[in-house]
């Protein structure tokens, strides 16, 4: 006989009484098969039962007299006792069903596709927490899903009045769209959503979007846009925001079928770069191919929110990296309000480290590390930190620059740290030097980690030609593991700070090293 037998024959039969009436039964519960059975025992002191001992029961309610049995022992149980006469009831021991933000009943629900491949039906999101700020073509804060919405903060006002300002409603949609019950619902429904308007798309609105962000608080940004080749100044926007604990998560772009062109800013180094799936999880047709793309999200058939003039219904439907970006820009926000102790570099490593990997084994150019995956980001180890960032450059020890005073490495030192060819390229450490002093440095790396000393005038460790020979102190090159020492002698009459530059060897990906920093005046 099996459970779901044993537990209907426990039901009573329904009675009939005057006029033909007959009490409803209850519904029955089902039990599925291997379900542990809970029961209920009639008479105070049923823990004594023989038959409870043996099958090792666990008293769950004391209160009830209810006691949960394993589903191998739950039908010699259950029929003893109700031979004894000790039985009052019996049942499956179910799970819950989670009122999560997903029971809303918002009615695009069901064509958010996304939600399973990403994992966020299998958790609740926190309060909230870490601010998102979407930069973007403004959001229209009449939309029925924004208009009263709690903790959504206009960091400029937002001009939302021509068919192509639909995009940054669009992007919000998919960060912070409520749980209200109409339309649709975002990956972090309570995020602490912010907006920065850049009307027209330039780069002095985007630097001044940054700025606006990073300095109220640490912050994850999203920016479903960007510019063609390289540009320093919107690098050092990024350097600066990651300084002051905000990270930056960018689209990768939709130009797979004219070549892959690169976009900054997700091709710079620091950024979280975003591609687009589809829903068999493979790289979508017009997401960039790219060497810095860091993970991929969900980017066909996207339900959004759209300003009412673009569509009477407020709502459409879109493919693009545009709307992968914002998934993991939410999700990056939910993670680090969980997770509150990670530092800005340790967000992304986690980000990076925890997505479901697709396609070919490894990191590869069309998906990255793999699809985000939030359960697992919230489960991932914590990354070791990565002390400094961001030093790429001479630029950013140096006052005046990331910071007021630089930064500056105290000696004796002795620091580990980590190198990516496209995140983190160089590490760079200011270290001062008395006069008539020697400074010497050494690193040991499984990964091919170069070393090179330079002088108290660089201006950069990518200097060439005159500067290059006027500057360039030392450097040790070894192939390999080898480890890299380097070494020099301040003869000036005066104190100066020389810089030590970690940087990876040729056709290397990345990995860490441990770097020794002396100065002494033998």
């Known amino acids: 006989m099996t459970i779901g037998v044993i537990l209907a024959a426990f039901a009573l039969a329904p009675r009939s009484a005057a006029g033909g009436f007959v009490h409803p039964t209850r519904p029955t519960v089902a039990a599925r098969p291997g379900a542990a059975v809970l029961v209920q025992l009639s008479v105070p002191g049923g823990g004594l039962s023989p038959e409870l001992r043996a099958a090792h029961a666990r008293l769950v309610s004391p209160a009830l007299n209810v006691w949960r049995v394993e589903a191998a022992q739950a039908k010699r149980v259950v029929a003893a006792l109700r031979a004894e006469g000790l039985l009052a009831r019996a049942e499956p021991d179910r799970r819950l069903v989670p009122f999560t933000h997903l029971s809303s009943g918002d009615p695009l629900l069901p064509q958010e596709w996304w939600i399973h491949d990403v994992g966020?039906?299998?958790?609740?999101?926190?309060?909230?927490?870490?601010?998102?700020?979407?930069?973007?073509?403004?959001?229209?804060?009449?939309?029925?899903?924004?208009?009263?919405?709690?903790?959504?903060?206009?960091?400029?006002?937002?001009?939302?009045?021509?068919?192509?300002?639909?995009?940054?409603?669009?992007?919000?949609?998919?960060?912070?769209?409520?749980?209200?019950?109409?339309?649709?619902?975002?990956?972090?429904?309570?995020?602490?959503?912010?907006?920065?308007?850049?009307?027209?798309?330039?780069?002095?609105?985007?630097?001044?979007?940054?700025?606006?962000?990073?300095?109220?608080?640490?912050?994850?940004?999203?920016?479903?846009?960007?510019?063609?080749?390289?540009?320093?100044?919107?690098?050092?926007?990024?350097?600066?925001?990651?300084?002051?604990?905000?990270?930056?998560?960018?689209?990768?772009?939709?130009?797979?079928?004219?070549?892959?062109?690169?976009?900054?800013?997700?091709?710079?180094?620091?950024v979280l770069t975003v591609g687009a799936t589809n829903q068999s999880d493979r790289v979508a047709f017009f997401s960039n191919r790219s060497a810095a793309l860091d993970l991929a999200a969900p980017g066909v058939d996207i339900p959004v929110a759209v300003p009412t003039f673009y569509d009477p219904s407020?709502?459409?439907?879109?493919?693009?990296?545009?709307?992968?970006?914002?998934?993991?820009?939410?999700?990056?926000?939910?993670?680090?309000?969980?997770?509150?102790?990670?530092?800005?570099?340790?967000?992304?490593?986690?980000?990076?480290?925890?997505?479901?990997?697709?396609?070919?084994?490894?990191?590869?150019?069309?998906?990255?590390?793999?699809?985000?995956?939030?359960?697992?980001?919230?489960?991932?180890?914590?990354?070791?930190?990565?002390?400094?960032?961001?030093?790429?450059?001479?630029?950013?020890?140096?006052?005046?620059?990331?910071?007021?005073?630089?930064?500056?490495?105290?000696?004796?030192?002795?620091?580990?740290?980590?190198?990516?060819?496209?995140?983190?390229?160089?590490?760079?450490?200011?270290?001062?030097?008395?006069?008539?002093?020697?400074?010497?440095?050494?690193?040991?790396?499984?990964?091919?980690?170069?070393?090179?000393?330079?002088g108290p005038k660089t201006r950069s460790v990518y200097e060439r030609g005159r500067a290059l020979r006027r500057d360039l102190v030392a450097y040790s090159q070894h192939p390999g593991n080898r480890p890299e020492i380097v070494s020099g002698r301040n003869g000036t009459r005066r104190g100066a700070f020389y810089f030590v530059d970690a940087f990876l060897g040729k056709r290397v990906a990345g990995g860490g090293y441990s770097l020794k920093v002396s100065v002494s005046r033998r």
Do not use: C
């Open 314 to 454: 407020g709502y459409a439907t879109f493919d693009g990296t545009s709307f992968s970006a914002p998934l993991v820009a939410g999700a990056a926000a939910w993670v680090w309000t969980v997770r509150s102790q990670l530092d800005p570099t340790q967000l992304e490593d986690v980000m990076r480290n925890s997505a479901r990997d697709v396609g070919r084994k490894g990191w590869d150019a069309d998906t990255g590390f793999g699809i985000l995956s939030i359960p697992a980001a919230l489960a991932e180890k914590v990354p070791p930190k990565d002390p400094q960032e961001p030093n790429d450059n001479v630029n950013l020890v140096r006052p005046h620059a990331v910071t007021a005073s630089g930064t500056r490495l105290s000696t004796p030192a002795r620091v580990r740290a980590r190198l990516d060819t496209t995140e983190d390229p160089d590490d760079v450490y200011r270290v001062w030097v008395p006069t008539h002093a020697r400074i010497a440095a050494g690193t040991r790396s499984s990964a091919n980690v170069s070393l090179a000393l330079w």
């Open 120 to 270: 966020d039906d299998q958790t609740e999101p926190p309060p909230p927490g870490v601010p998102v700020t979407v930069i973007d073509t403004g959001l229209d804060l009449s939309h029925p899903e924004f208009q009263s919405r709690p903790n959504t903060t206009a960091l400029n006002p937002q001009t939302v009045v021509s068919m192509d300002d639909f995009h940054g409603t669009a992007v919000s949609s998919v960060v912070g769209a409520p749980a209200n019950g109409i339309g649709l619902v975002g990956i972090y429904p309570q995020a602490a959503l912010q907006e920065w308007d850049f009307d027209e798309g330039s780069l002095s609105e985007l630097l001044a979007g940054l700025d606006a962000a990073s300095k109220r608080a640490r912050g994850v940004v999203n920016v479903s846009s960007g510019f063609f080749g390289y540009d320093a100044l919107l690098e050092q926007a990024i350097d600066r925001a990651l300084h002051r604990g905000t990270i930056v998560v960018a689209a990768v772009g939709n130009d797979r079928e004219s070549g892959s062109r690169s976009f900054v800013p997700a091709s710079l180094p620091h």
